[in-house]
């Protein structure tokens, strides 16, 4: 496991990494698609750096949440 959390690779789709809760942090991309010549292709408008499983917020905030497994029909009956 100690090596899988030091793993940081530059990976074809860009930087991989794991957190210290052992889950995947990596470049996101907003992509649309466009004809380039004769050909329609994927063409990136933006990238967003390091995204994590916490989207931005306060890791020890959103671990207090309840876990969606533990919610499971509690929504509608």
């Known amino acids: 496991m100690e090596a ?3 793993t940081d690779v530059e990976a074809p789709q860009g930087r991989v990494r794991f957190d ?3 889950n995947v942090v990596s470049d996101i991309y907003i992509s649309r698609i466009d004809r380039v010549g004769d ?11 390091n995204v994590d499983q916490f989207l931005g917020l306060d890791p ?3 671990l207090k949440k309840p876990r969606l497994v533990t919610l499971k029909g509690s929504f509608a009956k």
């Open 20 to 22: 210290r809760y052992q």
């Open 39 to 49: 050909q329609i292709v994927p063409v990136v408008i933006e990238t967003i750096r």
């Open 4 to 6: 899988l959390r030091k």
């Open 60 to 62: 020890a905030d959103c």
